[in-house]
């Protein structure tokens, strides 16, 4: 089983920056590919961005490229979420996912365990 909790998000104006964390429960979270995803209120659950096991590979959705930056750190069994340039269209509720493969995926249904999800608003 593991444990995923998210932190990090609030309230910020359009252009602003926020940096959302996610801590992972399990010895083996290094082998895990990882991917955060967002929900919008009546919109479905979307990709965001997605890193492999050992951070070498990551994939963004269109509409985050160039201003989020997934990462993560093997060690404090974490992953990361750097949020730059943020629109009002980025307000969703987001969530950390993590995928007991190392390949990586950007289908949120072959995500095997999920966090609560934090909640972004961006004020314009």
């Known amino acids: 089983q593991v444990q995923l909790v998210e932190s990090g998000g609030g309230l910020v104006q359009a252009g602003g920056s926020l940096r959302l964390s996610c801590a992972a429960s399990?010895?083996?979270?290094?082998?895990?590919?990882m991917g955060w995803f967002r929900q919008a209120p009546g919109k479905e659950r979307e990709f965001v961005a997605a890193?492999?096991?050992?951070?070498?590979?990551?994939y963004y959705a269109d509409s985050v490229k160039g201003r989020f930056t997934i990462s993560r750190d093997n060690a404090k069994n974490t992953v990361y979420l750097q949020m730059n340039s943020l629109k009002p269209e980025d307000t969703a509720v987001y969530y950390c996912?993590?995928?007991?493969?190392?390949?990586?995926?950007?289908?949120?249904?072959?995500?095997?365990?999920w966090g609560q999800g934090t909640q972004v608003t961006v004020s314009s």
């Open positions: 399990g010895r083996t979270f290094s082998s895990y590919a």
């Open positions: 890193i492999s096991w050992s951070g070498g590979s990551t």
């Open positions: 996912a993590a995928r007991t493969h190392t390949i990586v995926v950007v289908t949120r249904a072959l995500y095997d365990y």
